[in-house]
C-alpha cells in the first residue's frame, strides 16, 4: 500500500450540489465556498450549492453530493480518479469531478 493510501481519508461536503450551464457568471459569487466555474469555447459550466444557483442558467442538473479527498497530492500521481471512479461505478454511481 502507498503512502498516499495510508495517511488519506476522505470527506463529505454537506447540503446538495448543482451542474449547470450559464450565459455567464454574473449571478453567481464565486468567492463563495464550493463554486467551480469552467469554459470551453462553446459554454460556461458553473458546480455550486443548489441554493446558489443563478438565474440565468440555461440548463441544470440538481442532486449532486460531494466530496473530498483530504491531502496534498502530487501532480505527478497517476491513477487516484480512476481508482476512486472503479469503485463509484461499481456501485452505481457517477461521477462529476473538479480539483483545485
Known amino acids: 500500500m502507498s503512502d498516499y493510501e495510508n495517511t488519506n ?4 461536503i454537506l447540503g446538495s450540489f448543482s ?10 459569487d464565486i468567492d463563495q465556498p464550493f463554486v467551480f466555474t469552467g469554459r470551453t469555447d462553446q459554454e460556461k459550466s458553473l458546480v455550486c450549492p443548489t441554493g446558489l444557483v443563478p438565474e440565468n442558467t440555461t440548463s441544470r ?3 449532486w453530493r460531494g466530496f473530498r479527498i483530504c ?3 502530487d501532480f505527478s500521481l497517476i491513477g487516484i480518479l ?3 471512479s472503479k469503485i ?9 469531478a473538479v480539483s483545485t
Do not use: H, N, P, R
Open 9 to 12: 481519508t476522505i470527506e463529505a
Open 19 to 28: 451542474v449547470c450551464k450559464v450565459t455567464d457568471y454574473s449571478g453567481i
Open 61 to 63: 442538473e440538481d442532486g
Open 71 to 73: 491531502a496534498q497530492m
Open 82 to 84: 480512476a481508482k476512486i
Open 88 to 96: 463509484l461505478a461499481e456501485s452505481g454511481v457517477g461521477i462529476f
